[in-house]
């Protein structure tokens, strides 16, 4: 009842999970990961328990194929479970049962792993395959998404859209530096949640995303005063007090300001 994509970023420093389908915060059900260790999805009949039986296999070392078969093999249900498992480093498996609702499948190879069932035909995976394949360079986060959005493309979920989510883990990514989870984001109940799904990562590029270092501008000189100016309009006395506010914060850098955050004054000071 679900199509997702499970899958590594080139540095393989962050590992995450993609997913869509007719059903209820599909996000609550089908991913688990943890940095540094691998990620899964566990999907059709789901076999919640897979998510932390995964992980803590994953953590011994096992490799993702030997996940999948261990996991399914102790599982009497395993005829209607499907599921995708990544690990650090080397090939994803996937793994679909026979009694799964037609069109159920997968793929995998080096650091992903796709599967869906009920969906409109093979051509939902082979579509979130080549999509993945073709954008190495891309964040994972966009990286997946773009996968999933391919899928969506090619018809998807055969009984509609309702939900989609998007878990990405990186060790030290979190907000503040105090947490693994780079990226958990969910759309629970919409007619078009994959591309809503699009427009939340670019909020949360917008808030959460690091200033790029070579586009930084330093505050001095006439800067300087327009930020002054413009922050003072606001009625704030310093740059932090409005950036918190406007829950901008990550993207604070001493002695400079980062174009997005420039832009954004601009635009709240002129009443845009």
């Not at 995964?54 to 096992?62: D, E, Q, V, Y």
């Not at 799964?100 to 650091?111: L, P």
């Amino acid at each position: 009842m679900t199509f997702s994509i499970v899958g590594r970023s080139a540095d393989g420093q962050s590992i995450g999970i993609a997913v869509a389908s007719k059903f209820l915060a599909v996000g609550a059900a089908v991913p688990a990961a943890e940095a540094g260790v691998g990620a899964l999805a566990t999907q059709a009949f789901a076999n919640l328990a897979y998510r932390t039986q995964g992980l803590a296999m994953l953590r011994t070392g096992t490799a993702a194929a030997d996940v999948v078969a261990g996991l399914t093999a102790a599982d009497p249900g395993r005829a209607t479970r499907q599921l995708g498992v990544v690990g650090p480093a080397g090939d994803g498996a996937t793994y679909t049962g026979g009694e799964c609702f037609a069109w159920a499948g997968g793929v995998a190879g080096d650091g992903y792993a796709i599967q869906g069932n009920i969906l409109a035909g093979p051509a939902v995976v082979a579509e979130m395959e080549r999509a993945w394949l073709a954008a190495p360079g891309l964040p994972l986060a966009r990286r997946l998404h773009a996968a999933l959005a391919a899928g969506d493309a090619a018809g998807g979920d055969s009984r509609g859209r309702q939900s989609a989510a998007l878990f990405v883990v990186r060790r030290g990514a979190g907000y503040g530096g105090l947490s693994d989870v780079e990226v958990d984001l969910r759309v629970d109940d919409d007619p078009d949640p994959v591309t809503r799904m699009g427009g939340l990562i670019g909020l949360w590029e917008l808030y959460f995303g690091k200033p790029d270092p070579a586009t930084l501008l330093p505050l001095e000189g006439a800067l300087a005063d327009e930020v002054r100016d413009r922050l003072a309009a606001l009625g704030h006395g310093d740059l932090a007090g409005w950036a918190g506010v406007e829950n901008l914060e990550e993207r604070l850098v001493d002695g400079a300001i980062d174009p997005l955050v420039l832009a954004q004054l601009r635009a709240a000071s002129s009443g845009e």
